[in-house]
């Protein structure tokens, strides 16, 4: 059974950073495409980070350069370090992973689509204050 269980999340102020995790069990890890999403209240669900099963990531168009997806395999944790945080950021944060078997596109393509993933953490709330 697929589980994902994210922490990190929390309250701080605009400019400063924060790392989120993601531990995942019930499956081979490092052979699922892994992904961040987020959704603000009254907005749609957006893809954040993905990363496939050989390390290619992709990102959300806001959050390049100032957010990096990573994942350690033997500890099978999935990691967004997000730095510069902006009051656009607040949002609860999702974990999910696809798999086995995962296409590279459904990270790698366009942008990342939530209905591609079937599996999904509870997820962790982040605000961004002024």
């Known amino acids: 059974q697929v589980q994902l269980v994210e922490s990190g999340g929390g309250s701080v102020q605009a400019g400063t950073s924060l790392r989120l995790s993601c531990v995942a069990s019930?499956?081979?890890?490092?052979?699922?495409?892994m992904a961040w999403f987020r959704q603000a209240p009254g907005k749609e669900r957006e893809g954040v980070a993905g990363?496939?099963?050989?390390?290619?990531?992709a990102y959300g168009d806001s959050m390049k350069g100032r957010f990096t997806i990573s994942q350690d395999n033997l500890a099978n944790t999935l990691y967004l370090q997000m730095n510069d945080l902006k009051p656009d950021d607040t949002a609860m944060y999702y974990c999910?992973?696809?798999?086995?078997?995962?296409?590279?596109?459904?990270?790698?393509?366009?942008?990342?689509?939530?209905?591609?993933?079937?599996?999904w953490g509870r997820g962790a709330q982040v605000t961004v204050s002024a």
């Open positions: 990363i496939d099963a050989d390390g290619n990531t």
């Open positions: 999910a992973a696809e798999g086995p078997f995962c296409p590279s596109a459904v990270v790698t393509g366009s942008r990342l689509v939530s209905r591609k993933f079937t599996y």
């Open positions: 019930g499956y081979k890890f490092s052979s699922y495409c």
